[in-house]
């Protein structure tokens, strides 16, 4: 288990404990930060559980060094149903969970920023069971608005 202090740690090294992005690690208070590992190819992986009567997801803030593919595996350990509603450019997927049983879903997250996860199923979004995919990196320049350079923090 991750300490309030290992937690606020991890935020800064990651670089999102900085100005207007503290928000993430105060909204998404419970669970754990994970990273997505990359395969040669540039693929990445990663897997999200539900653990036992706990309401949120394993971890609640994925990390992503870059953007590009990812392939998660999502994992219900818990007794109830529970449902996974994901981001992917151009489209969303939906996965039911139903208890003890795991998903696949094959997301594609080219830019960087948060990308939420949530289970819309009752109320388990208002009971904990939100979460973020952060993709790290920078806008490609032919991504960028064309105004003039901004301060950075």
Not at 38 to 60: F, Q, V, Y
Request: glycine share 12%.
């Amino acid at each position: 288990m991750t300490t309030a202090q290992e937690r606020a740690d991890l935020l800064d090294q990651l670089g999102l404990a900085a100005q207007n992005k503290a928000a993430l690690g105060q909204v998404l208070g419970t669970g754990s930060i994970g990273q997505a590992t990359e395969e040669s190819d540039g693929h990445m992986k990663a897997t999200i559980r539900i653990n036992p009567d706990e309401l949120t997801w394993d971890p609640s803030i994925l990390v992503m060094p870059h953007g590009g593919d990812i392939e998660l595996e999502l994992v219900n350990d818990d007794m109830n149903t529970h449902c996974a509603l994901l981001p992917s450019n151009g489209d969303r997927k939906f996965i039911w969970l139903v208890n003890h049983s795991h998903g696949h879903a094959h997301l594609n997250l080219d830019g960087p920023g948060y990308y939420w996860f949530g289970s819309p199923t009752g109320n388990d979004e208002g009971r904990g069971l939100t979460g973020s995919i952060v993709v790290l990196g920078d806008a490609p320049p032919e991504a960028r608005l064309d105004r003039p350079e901004q301060p950075r923090p």
